[in-house]
């Protein structure tokens, strides 16, 4: 069960009760700035709110640690494959989204351009994974069924028994190595639907390298690219 708190002369916090919290716990949520509080069944709404505000401090740090929310306005900068790319508008071109020269090159009305930016973003994106995907499968062996992107908070990548698999589409946001090794960690599901050592061997034997400094690129900055675009 969840509901929505303020705390006195704080934010406004979103709290959980589990059935399996053994302790109240204060998170942040990097991704979206959400402040979660998680409290034992045992626990009152009063105590559990009276002990957050006591931890009001540490909310505020860890909200200042928030990457910034990056609106998709003519002149800011954005990442594409890990590189800058600088959103080039003009009234006069036309609606088309085009990449180039580090330039996200967009025309028509302003109403509208971030809609139109992150549509653009959303169909390279599957574009880029789904030949990617079917690549990497392909030269393995290995039957891949569907393909599709969403903007999921908590995953990357997501593999089912039926053979889809789905990727959050802010990878083609991050650096090459980090997309190809999400690429080859879902297609090593199709065969190892876990995360034991043969589904290990098998990622990097995809990836042809060690799959772990894109794990690491990820803990350290997939939160920044959740806050990209509305």
Not at 89 to 98: D, F, G, I, L, Y
Not at 151 to 178: K, N
Request: proline share 6%; net charge positive; charged share 25%.
């Amino acid at each position: 069960m969840t509901s929505e708190v303020a705390l006195p002369g704080g934010p406004v916090v979103t709290l959980k009760v589990s059935a399996r919290a053994r302790s109240i716990r204060l998170k942040v949520d990097a991704r979206t700035g959400g402040v979660i509080l998680t409290v034992p069944r045992r626990v009152s709404q009063r105590r559990a709110v009276e002990w957050a505000a006591g931890h009001r401090q540490w909310i505020e740090e860890a909200l200042r640690r928030v990457p910034e929310r990056v609106a998709l306005r003519p002149g800011v900068t954005i990442p594409l494959y890990g590189l800058p790319y600088r959103i080039d508008w003009s009234p006069e071109r036309p609606r088309a989204v085009a990449a180039a020269n580090g330039r996200l090159v967009a025309g028509g009305p302003i109403e509208g351009l971030e809609a139109r930016l992150l549509r653009w973003l959303k169909r390279h994106a599957l574009e880029t994974l789904a030949r990617e995907t079917r690549a990497r499968a392909e030269a393995a062996g290995i039957a891949v069924a569907r393909i599709g992107v969403g903007d999921p908070v908590s995953r990357w990548g997501s593999c089912s028994y039926s053979g889809a698999i789905r990727y959050s589409w802010r990878l083609i946001l991050a650096p090459d190595f980090v997309r190809r090794a999400t690429v080859a960690h879902e297609v090593a599901h199709l065969t190892h639907m876990n995360h034991g050592s043969a589904f290990h061997a098998l990622v990097e034997e995809l990836l042809g390298e060690d799959p772990k400094p894109a794990r690491r690129w990820l803990r350290q900055h997939g939160a920044a690219l959740h806050r990209i675009g509305c």
